[in-house]
């Protein structure tokens, strides 16, 4: 088999990480399949330098950034593959640049274009394991870039797709996608499997165990992965299109977000291109709208409400400025905000999920400020002080602890 | 003009040691300039590197080491161009590849084949100052090489080469080159100029102040350029071919070696090929041969002596067993030798040098074990305890504290 792994930047966060990580390769290796591994920058690292770049220089060109934070994969890459030479087996590191991983030229955040898989099948070929540098690739025009957050995972589901990998393992510092967050619900329950759909609506409810982006890729791809811990041996949670139990199961997991802020813009002009005007003002300040609701008030006025992260919420209410002054209304903001949402394909064909997560959230006397649904999932927006518990009392209700 | 730059570990050794050095590329560009910098890695960064290295594997492959190692080149380059921009200076980073210095394939002491200039040339047409990682190259195949001990300043003479700056400046943690060490001497003068012939001969004997290797590229490509530090703003040292005031000095400097030992061969058999296979062998068990002087004794027999670097006398007695077998003699070695050079390249045309030399080593009653001369050098192996006090002797006995 043909086998890409990915160990995040806890994984490889020291010398004794490096050396446990380079055993698990080993490992994969001798149960005779082919591996390439893909490394993150060692915990900490990537912020280390970027503060010394902020001290140098407040504003510093994307250009460079990407120059100075590619060097953090690049001395994982290159201590991984010598901890693999030290046991014995031959390896070979890369950077994204000789990995062949091409990106547009969009410095700090690019996307991949092509990848070049040859010299990686060549080495492969020669009995070598290949060691490449995740969340990083070079442009056309010979640029160093970077992908953005959680890029790492990108490289990794990127290359299995380009080489036709059998199997992809995101190795991380947790077991696996659970039914819930394991530190705030204690019966939280692994998930031997779950599909795209659902870990993006997870992704985009605050759960951190990955970036919709990767998932996103590995979706439109069709790359099965598997999302693991390299800290313990525990089997992890596969990821892919279809899960065996997906008519029986209604809801697979509880998430929630607590970074978020409720903006209330009241006795706005109910006309066409209203809330077009409001969303891209806010759009245009990169401001990134998450749920929204729009009631038709009396005479003409309508209520627009929606959340944004708390720490855009300032910068929200300046870009409306503007806009209200030409058509109208106020904006109030309220800082404390918690989205709580249920996932889970099931939701499609099965009704009663909203009335049971309403219900549950009355009994236990907390205010949904907000609702907003899609196909395979539930939001409500609730005060951010009881989200634990009633991620608690949610998980409980939807027996999510009785795997 | 179009200026070089070369800046040492030291000089860009923390955040403000980069803020000092672009504030001084800064200042040669605003002057009117065109600006090309090339820096070392961060001191220190280096050995770190390697010794995260090596406690994963006691010896990794080369190609991983350069790997590794090039990343602490790529973090100064890209901290100095940032530092350039927060002063209003537009500054583009380059590693070795983006700056097509192409070398051979021999990792951690590649020897650069050619330098595609091209980019460079276009950024600087932009007006932007370009600053490239010291030390490091790309083989036609595309693997990252590093070019050994000195490769920073080589880096830097070859870059000046090839774009035909008309000026190179060597920054170093020295004012320049001084008629003897002034940690030992404190009447050792700066010298205004050297010729490379006089720095070569200085290099191979102890002085620090820079490497054989980019001295002869100098020479070689007729690069002349500045060894001065970027502590300060004193003039340094010019190195060239011919320098003005040739004829009227002799000696031009004194230095010792302090790290050297002596090897004597006795009784070998004194027939031809005897000295080609002892030195054979030393050079097939890579042991550096410094001083060789060979007397012929009686009945046939032929003593031989030579100096090593303390490091590998064991290595040279070792790889000196089988050829001793076959020829007969025996080999002792004496430790604690440090070899003291008078360099000049006036002494081609006057005589007296040696004999001064002799007398004042012979005053101070300091025993010479060897002799060894070139065109334009002498050096006698002395007592290494006496090293300091001997330099002393002979840089007050040629005058060169009046300089």
């Known amino acids: 088999m043909l086998i890409v792994q990915k160990y995040g930047g806890t994984s490889v966060g020291d010398v004794g990480r490096i050396r446990i990580v380079a055993g ?18 060692r915990a900490g690292v990537t912020n280390e330098l970027i ?40 390896a070979v590191s890369y950077t994204g640049g000789q990995a062949g991983i091409f990106t547009d030229m969009v410095h700090t955040k690019a996307k991949i274009r092509t990848i070049n898989a040859k010299p990686i099948e060549r080495d492969l070929n020669d009995g070598k394991v ?11 025009a010979g640029q160093t870039t970077t992908l953005g957050r959680g890029g790492s995972d990108l490289t990794g589901i990127a290359l299995a797709a380009a080489l036709r990998a059998d199997k992809c393992e995101i190795y991380t510092d947790v077991d696996g996608v ?17 599909s795209y759909d659902e870990l993006l609506e997870l992704a985009a409810s605050g759960s951190k165990v990955m970036q919709s982006r990767s998932v996103e890729f590995a979706k439109k791809f069709g790359v099965i992965f598997e999302v693991r811990s ?31 802020a409720k903006a209330l813009i009241s006795n706005i002009a109910d006309r066409p291109g209203s809330a077009a005007k409001v969303f891209r003002a806010l759009a245009d300040a990169h401001v990134n709208v998450d749920m929204i609701v729009q009631n038709v ?12 992260p708390q720490a855009d919420s300032a910068k929200a209410v300046a870009a409306l400025r503007p806009v209200l002054d030409e058509l109208g209304g106020e904006v109030a903001v309220r800082e404390d905000i918690a989205k709580l949402s249920v996932v889970g394909v099931g939701m499609k064909t099965h009704s009663g999920v909203a009335a049971t997560l309403f219900q549950t959230l009355a009994d236990a006397g907390i205010n949904i400020e907000m609702i907003s649904t899609s196909e395979i999932k539930i939001s409500v927006a609730i005060d951010r002080k009881r989200a634990d518990e009633a991620v608690r009392v949610v998980h409980s209700a939807f027996k999510l602890d009785r795997a």
Do not use: H
């Open 230 to 260: 390299s800290f313990n041996q525990n089997p992890g949670t596969l990821v892919k299109e279809e899960v065996a139990y997906m008519e029986q199961v209604v809801v697979r997991g509880v998430a929630a977000d607590k970074d978020q």
């Open 130 to 140: 290949v060691i490449v540098a995740g969340f990083q690739g070079i442009s056309e």
């Open 178 to 194: 659970y039914t819930a967050d394991p530190r705030v619900v204690k019966s939280a329950q692994k998930l031997g499997e779950i």
């Open 297 to 308: 008030g009396l005479k003409g006025l309508a209520n627009l409400t929606f959340t944004v």
């Open 24 to 41: 698990r390769i080993k490992a994969t290796r001798d149960q005779g399949n082919r591996v390439v591994v893909v490394v993150s920058a």
């Open 51 to 90: 503060a010394r770049a902020k001290e140098l220089c407040p504003n510093p060109s994307e250009r460079e950034l990407d120059q100075l934070l590619a060097i953090g994969e690049q001395e994982t890459t290159a201590l991984t593959a010598m901890a693999l030479q030290a046991i014995g087996v031959e």
